[in-house]
Structure formats: C-alpha cells, structure tokens
C-alpha cells in the first residue's frame, strides 16, 4: 500500500486549468481516470490526509503509485478525452455500467440493396437504422409481424435471398402478402426502399400522417366502390393501430425524449432508461454497477449519459434528456450532447406534469432493478462461495481459488490443433481475459505435449510481467516486454487454480510446465470426462467429489466452457483454411481486390488463364500486383481437373477450395 505523499506532485508543477487525470498502481496499469475544470484544485483534494478521504477514494489513492494529467483547451474535450480513456484502459476504480444482458433492437438494414427488417444485438453498424432497444426479442417480432401486412420489407437472411432468386420463387411470406419479393423481382430495388423508408418513419413516431394518407385512400376507394381495395386498407389501418397500442402513449405532445433515473445504495446502482420517441415508449433499458468510486447522483448520472452516447450520433441522441440530477458540468455536458446530436439538446430535471410523472414511474423501475439484482447476487454469491470453499477443502488449498484458470486442446483427427484458457473470477466467467493458442512447436497430434506447451507460454508471460516490477530475473536470453502503456495486459495476473481438461498425464504435463518456470505458487488439478474425477499431480488415485458438490458443478462449468471456446477456435481455423484459396496466398491483396478479380473474370479458372495484362484492367490492380497473382496461381496450378466422383462428370473450376469433409471421424479433442 503506498503513501500518497511519496508520489505527490509539487504545487507549482500542476497547472490551473482544464484537463484529464490518470491514477497508475506499482505495475503501470491505469486505474483511476478523472475529469477537472481545473486541475490543479482537482489533484490536491486527492492529497490531503488520508483519514479525512471518503474510504473508496483512499483506497485507491493508496492503491495508486503515481498520477499524469493531460491539459485540454476546454471541458467538453476534458469530458470527451475521460470517456476515451476510460473505454480504453477500463480503470479499476472507476464506475462502468455493464448491461446485465444484450438488449435486442429492431433494425434496418439501408446499407443494403435490398433492405431486411431483423432483430439485432450487439455494436450498432454503419448504415443501419436501430430502434429501441426492447426488454425482449419476441416483442419485436410481434410489433413487425403486424407491420409487414402493410410494409412488406424483406426479412429473409441473404442465404435464403440468394436461393429464392436462383430458382425464381419467393419464400412463404411472398406467398401470404408479407414480402414484395424483391428477390424475384416483383418489385423494384427503388420502390423495395421507399417500403423500408416508410417502415423507418412509422417506427420513428411519424404515425398520424401516415394514418391519415390510408384512411383517405380508404375512403377514396369506398367512393369509388372498390370494396375489396377499401376493405384491404381498413385492416391495414387495423393493423397499424395495433401495432402502436402495443406502445402507450405516455407524453401527449408527441415528444422524443430519454428519461434516465437511477436508484443506489452504499454499495450499488441502478440506472433505468426509457426511450420514448413520438411520445411512445420506443424502448427500455438498465445498468447495474458497483459504486467503486465515491460519486453522488449527480455523478451517476454523468457516467451513464457518457455510456449511453459515446457512440451515438444524429438521431440517436434525443432533443431532451430528462435526469434526476444534473451533473456539475452541465454546460459542457449538453454542448457535447448537442455536437453528437448536430443540434441543441435540453439537459434538465422535470419538475411537473407527465414528464414528472413518467420519471417516477422509471425510478420504480430502476428501485425493483435493483432490488431484483440484489436478491439474485445474494443467492448467486452464497452458492458461489460455498463452491469455491469445497474445492479449496478437497484439494487441500491455502484458501478459495478466488481465479481459477482452464486449459483445454482440441483438433481433427490431429489437424489445425489449438488450445484455449478461460478465466473464471469468483466463480463468475470472466469473457475479456479469455485467450486462444496455436500449437506451434510440433505437428500432429498429442495432448500431452500441448498442454505442456500451453501452460508454458502462459506463465512464461506472467513471469515476463513480473519482470518489468523487479519480482522476478530472466533466465539467460529470455526477452523482456516492452514499456507498458496503462492498458490490461493479457497475463498479468495468475491464477490460484490451474485446471485441465484430462486425467493423469495432462496433469503431469501442466504441473511439469509449471516447475520448469520455477512457479510453485500455483495449484493443478484435472478434470476426467469418464467419470469426472479430479487428478491432482502426483497422485495415483483421484479425488472425488460428490455429485451434488457445488465445487464438482463449478469445475465442470470452467471445463465445459474451456471445451466449447476451444472447439469453436478449432472450427473457425479448420473453416478458413477449407476456404482457403490460391488468391489468399497473395501478399498485400485485400478481400476488396480478390472479390473485383473474382467479378471481373468470373471464376478463378478464367483468371488463371488472363494474361498480365487483362489482369492489369481490374480497377485497383497494378501491373506490380498483377505479376504477383499471376505467379501465385501458376505455383498453385491443380494438377488435373476436378471431378464429381458422385457422377462422374469434370467440373468446372468455380472454386478451388477443397469441399467440407461429410463427416468428421473422430471427436474434437
């Protein structure tokens, strides 16, 4: 624990003005990141008597080993650089939402020819238009199942697009009027996306006029007495206006707005956030953090409006923002809200009518989030420590094996072997430090010398890490890594527990690893898939645990999820390699440039054959790169043409990657 003192900086170094903060601990790593209209007043209430700080903050100043500051010109790039830096180093002791699940969202896909309505979760894309998010998948297929009655946009994956135009029929839903059927050209590329642009506007709030054109038309046809059009058009209004009961109206002057409320304790917070837009609750959802810093609501508040907006840009950020407390940059809060939007928006607390009344009924919310998050971690975490506790009794540990690390190997049939180590944290999956390897020292297959391999590379990492703070001195010729830069490093933290996916001789393997490295800190042990014994090295009989063991549950968590992330690497690299083709062997030629030969010539076969020359009128291709294609697919040249051993006819040279095997003999290991 160090002394604030002995890293403080001199009064006279520190300037007045605004800028961004940065706490690093012993090791370089950044763990704090703080905003100040003027940094100098910021930095010394960090630096009075440490009795007097409120405890979280001591806590990290103690932790801390020294402090850095950048100046900037004004509080909005002070608030713009915090965010940055707080994204990229992911500061221990800073408050960071975390959403407790994907929200999904209804999206457009308008970057496309042809336009697809699906849900989608995850990082927003360029070119697509989002709405929501929603609390669940299946209220927006409810909401576009209504809609496509009247905006028939495309919701087929391109898989089935592609099929439906090659053999000229549409998919059921162009069958049942809920599809143009693009694909099989009943309708324009132009006039598919003028249906998407409507769909995009209803779902923007722009419903009244839209309401009005079709009962006008309505009506028009009712005149007219074409009945069946009328009738047509009365349950497309039906359906419109069940589709917008399934939104209330909850602000009666159409307005678009996000309500931000938040609930909190000593410990945690709860931030609520309801999308409304056109007046209609478009959207909703929640964050639940840790208070590992001390911040008020106001501040709360602040860390989420960053989360929320960081990304966002244009219509994404709403003309108000309605909070339960405005933070203490407010000005230069709502300029970057504005820059971000491209036009004014109002930052402010409502204090009367609807709007007050919805920000109540959001701060319920977030009241039963977390009060609901409370209750499932009270119940998660004595099952967790009860858990962590019987391993620690079975294999005889100092104390719970609060990191617990996991090794597994897998390949086909002893091609493209890789490994993988997941990391479980207080006996929670802990996806960011998870890491994949490629076997590197031998070919072919065998277990045990990967394993040993594996367990050598990771703990010859964390010795390297160790290196750079004076804990540890190479070996003869062993390379230190470079300065670090504040950022979390991939092995900078070992495990208590080492678990691998084998009995016996994975064990010995992985223990052997470790005594060459001269770590002796670390426990081992596997886990057999027969009977699900745990082998500890050196032991002829293995450990077993009851079938009702929270510990035996634990271990089979972190070996499965080793297992399923080491499979999936193993597939992914088997699935490129399959795909692999002559052009992917060419240095310095892009997807971009291999997919315009590809459309040029046609096949790879008709650019075998083309002359330097015709290959040289690819936009995009030089005479240099144009030399280099023709040599890579000369070397790569099949030896005689490829034959449907099924029926026996020469096929054509489409593509030259081998096809998928039919079967896979033989488990992944």
């Known amino acids: 624990m160090a002394d604030p003192s002995s890293y403080r900086p001199q009064p006279g170094q520190i300037p007045d003005s605004p800028g961004v903060y940065r706490f690093r601990d012993e090791h370089r790593r950044v763990i704090y990141v703080g905003k100040a209209k003027s940094l100098r007043q910021r930095l010394a209430n960090y630096f009075q008597d440490v009795a007097g700080l409120h405890p979280r903050t001591a806590t990290m100043v103690t932790t801390a080993a020294s402090v850095e500051w950048t100046v900037v010109s004004t509080e909005v790039e002070a608030l713009q650089l915090e965010y940055s830096w707080i994204k990229e180093y992911d500061p221990r002791f800073n408050v960071k939402y975390r959403d407790d699940k994907s929200y999904p969202s209804l999206a457009v896909t308008m970057n496309e020819e042809f336009p697809r309505v699906q849900v989608m979760r995850g990082p927003k894309k360029k070119g697509v238009r989002y709405f929501g998010p929603y609390a669940h998948a299946w209220a927006i297929r409810e909401t576009v199942d209504l809609m496509l009655r009247v905006f028939p946009v495309r919701t087929c994956s391109a898989g089935v697009f592609k099929r439906s135009a090659q053999i000229g029929r549409p998919c059921l839903l162009g069958y049942i009027g809920k599809c143009s059927a693009p694909c099989v050209g009943r309708v324009s590329p132009e006039e598919h996306r003028e249906l998407a642009e409507d769909f995009c506007d209803f779902m923007a709030g722009r419903t009244g006029a839209y309401l009005s054109r079709l009962e006008k038309e309505m009506h028009g046809a009712a005149e007219e007495m074409e009945y069946e059009k009328a009738a047509r058009l009365r349950d497309d209004i039906g359906a419109l206006r069940r589709a917008m009961e399934k939104n209330a109206v909850v602000l009666a002057d159409a307005t678009d707005a996000d309500i931000v409320a938040v609930a909190e304790d000593e410990l945690e917070a709860a931030v609520q956030i309801f999308h409304v837009r056109g007046g209609r609750v478009r959207g909703q959802r929640g964050w639940v953090t840790d208070k590992v810093e001390a911040v008020d609501t106001a501040g709360l508040v602040e860390h989420a409006l960053q989360q929320l907006y960081g990304e966002e840009s244009g219509e994404s950020v709403p003309k108000e923002v309605l909070v339960p407390a405005l933070p203490e940059d407010t000005p230069a809060l709502s300029e970057w809200l504005a820059a971000r939007r491209g036009s004014q928006v109002s930052l402010r607390i409502p204090q009367r009518g609807d709007k007050k009344s919805l920000m109540e009924t959001v701060h319920r919310n977030a009241q039963q989030s977390l009060a609901l998050h409370k209750t499932k971690r009270a119940s998660d975490l004595t099952t967790r420590s009860r858990a962590l506790e ?32 997941v990391v479980f944290e207080d006996g929670l999956a802990r996806k960011s430090e998870y890491r994949r390897f490629q076997i590197r ?4 297959q065998d ?9 050598s590379r990771r703990f010859r990492r964390y010795l390297q890490e160790k290196l750079k703070t004076g804990e540890w001195s190479p070996e003869d010729g062993e390379e230190a890594l470079p300065e670090d830069d504040g950022r979390p490093k991939r092995f900078a933290y070992p495990p208590q527990l080492v678990v691998v996916d084998g009995g016996q001789p994975q064990v010995a393997a992985a223990q052997r690893a470790l005594t060459e490295l001269g770590i002796d800190d670390v426990a081992v042990c596997g886990l057999a898939k027969r009977l699900e014994e745990v082998w500890l090295p050196g032991e002829d009989d293995p450990v077993v645990l009851p079938r009702t063991s929270e510990g ?39 997807e971009t440039r291999k997919q315009a030969l590809i459309k040029h010539f046609g096949s790879v076969k008709k650019l075998r054959g083309a002359t330097i020359d015709q290959i040289c009128e690819v936009p995009g291709i030089g005479r240099k790169t144009a030399e280099t294609v023709a040599a890579a697919l000369a070397a790569a040249t099949p030896a005689g043409p490829a034959v449907n051993t099924a029926t026996g006819e020469i096929m054509e040279d489409e593509r030259t990657a081998p096809a998928e095997p039919s079967s896979e003999r033989g488990a992944e290991q």
């Open 447 to 455: 277990d045990v010398r990967s394993m040993h391999e594996v367990v």
């Open 552 to 590: 035996l549950y634990l271990l089979q968590r972190v070996r499965d999820e080793a297992h399923r992330f080491a499979i999936q690497y193993q597939r992914n690299k088997r699935g490129k390699r399959l795909k692999a083709g002559p052009l992917d062997e060419v240095p310095g030629l892009g």
């Open 390 to 421: 019987e391993i620690a009794e079975a294999l005889e540990l100092d104390g719970a094996p609060l990191r617990i690390e996991c090794f597994d190997i897998s390949h086909l049939q002893g091609d493209d072997v890789v490994a993988s180590m």
């Open 441 to 444: 020292s031998f070919a072919g």
